[in-house]
């Protein structure tokens, strides 16, 4: 049997378990906390595995090791040490904190966190606002997922991202929290076992010669831990600095950190950490697949392309299949998280600035109608990036909308979790000082780095904590309540 036939096969039946899946979380999902954020009764190895699938998209297996592929050790070293430490200790600090001010609230969202942490709702909108950066991140997964399952099944790209996308779109209105937990634990099973295919494909190209005499041979760029030729690894503070820093703001996204509000009690958080780590540190690993395909690969390939590609020329129908259904998890598990979070940020966040009588079940309908908007435009971004990449790379896109988010919603989450004097006032200062730092760096380019996305996220980092700094050294951040 063909590998497009075998394809079409697995397709259908993962379809159909999503389906299931959905479909269970459904008769649970009554409420809008339960469809937020579940009955708080899933075990803490289910959600840690959710949160693992969350950080782990086909990002991580289509195209960053295809930045991998293209620039080499400098790339490998950026996001497969200094993001994953960095995100490793995000997780660690936050996630604690994070629950134990949400519960007592009883937040459902980020931004309703944000708002209720600050008694502002003007900050609680602004960070809804934001939040629809994460449809950039969505579309990246969509087009990565197109192309891998597009080559696989025969069919063009774009048919299958808008095919793709109403059938998650269907799924998380149905599911809900509890669905997506469960799925989300059952993708990264499946994960786990391709990304372990994956990264033993290549072992048998460190004999002889070793990978790295190989590599300099082609480009001696290519093992360097910077590499010069590169638009976003040209030195050490871009490859360590910026995406340690990048890392760690990175799980202030809200699909990420919403997840330590799935747990009932503050003692699950450590089996919940441990297992989305160890989880985490394999995931990880798919990146040396970029090394892999330069190695095996011939010929000059446009970054997005190169995973897909190898793929194909280098297993058999049957792994090719499996390995198709781990990227299709691997991508629709973190897909599933955002537009989920999205939806109940238009249930729970935007709802209650339009409506004047407001009701559970009109907060669950308004929500839902947010999730569709937000799919339809995700298709279309999608199908202008796959003929239009940015950059070179989808990735790049993706980039510039979601390190916009996370870079300004790490201060008022770490202002209200660690610096308690921080208060409402000094912490918006600090936020615009974030928002301008980043897109002022984006659009006046006063440095050469200014086209790397980190960058720009690492200068309105930056620029947010000095204004709190330079505040509380002033006398002007007022007493807040400690998280």
């Known amino acids: 049997m063909s590998a497009t036939s075998l394809g079409w096969i697995a397709v259908v039946l993962y379809v159909a378990v999503a389906a299931a899946l959905a479909v269970r979380g459904a008769r649970r999902s009554r ?5 937020a954020v579940g009955g708080r009764d899933i075990p803490a190895a289910v959600v840690g595995l959710s949160l693992a699938a969350q950080l782990t998209s086909v990002a991580t297996f289509v195209i960053n090791p295809g930045l991998v592929h293209a620039f080499g050790y400098s790339a490998l070293l950026g996001y497969g040490v200094a993001a994953a430490l960095g995100i490793t200790l995000g997780l660690v600090l936050f996630s604690t904190r994070f629950r134990r001010h949400g ?8 931004p309703q966190w944000i708002g209720a942490r600050y008694a502002s709702p003007g900050l609680r909108a602004t960070f809804a606002l ?8 969505a579309t990246l997964i969509v087009v990565g997922l197109a192309l891998v399952l597009g080559r696989l099944l025969g069919q063009p790209p774009g048919a299958v991202a808008v095919v793709m ?41 460190l004999a002889g010669q070793g990978i790295t005499t190989r590599l300099a041979a082609i480009d001696p760029n290519l093992v360097g831990a910077v590499n010069p030729a590169s638009p976003y690894f040209r030195n ?21 950190l919403s997840k330590a509000l799935y747990l009932r009690e503050e003692r699950d958080v450590r089996r919940y950490l441990a297992t989305a780590v160890a989880a985490g540190v394999v995931f990880s690993g798919v990146l040396v697949t970029g090394l892999w395909a330069r190695l095996s690969l011939a010929g000059p390939l446009p970054i997005d392309r190169v995973i897909s590609t190898w793929i194909g020329q280098t297993f058999p129908p049957g792994v090719q299949v499996l390995i198709a259904i781990g990227l299709l998890c691997a991508g629709l598990s973190t897909l599933e998280g955002i537009l989920l979070a999205l939806s109940a940020i238009f249930s729970v966040d935007v709802y209650p600035l339009r409506a004047r009588a407001q009701t559970e079940r009109g907060a669950l309908v308004f929500g839902r109608f947010g999730l569709v908007l937000v799919g339809f435009v995700t298709a279309v971004l999608a199908l202008w990036q796959l003929e239009h990449p940015t950059g070179g790379t989808v990735a790049i896109f993706a980039q510039y909308g979601v390190y916009l988010l996370f870079t300004a919603s790490f201060l008022p989450l770490g202002c209200g979790m660690f610096v308690p004097r921080a208060g409402r006032a000094l912490v918006g200062v600090a936020v615009a000082a974030a928002v301008v730092g980043y897109l002022g760096t984006a659009i006046l380019k006063p440095v050469p ?33 400690a998280a």
Do not use: K
């Open 449 to 481: 780095l200014a086209n790397n996305p980190a960058v720009l996220a690492t200068v309105g980092i930056l620029a947010g904590w000095l204004v709190v700094a330079l505040g509380l050294m002033a006398g002007s951040g007022a007493r807040g309540d």
């Open 103 to 110: 519960v007592r609230v009883q937040a459902l969202t980020v």
């Open 130 to 137: 934001l939040s629809l950066g994460l449809v950039t991140f």
């Open 31 to 35: 409420s809008l906390a339960s469809y």
């Open 236 to 256: 050490v503070f871009e490859v360590f600095a910026c995406n340690f820093l990048v890392g760690l703001a990175i799980v202030c996204q809200p699909h990420v």
């Open 165 to 205: 996308t109403a059938l998650v779109v269907a799924g998380v209105m149905l599911g809900g929290a509890t669905g997506h937990a469960w799925t989300n634990a059952a993708q990264a099973a499946v994960m786990l076992v391709v990304a372990l295919v994956l990264i033993g494909a290549g072992l048998p190209l």
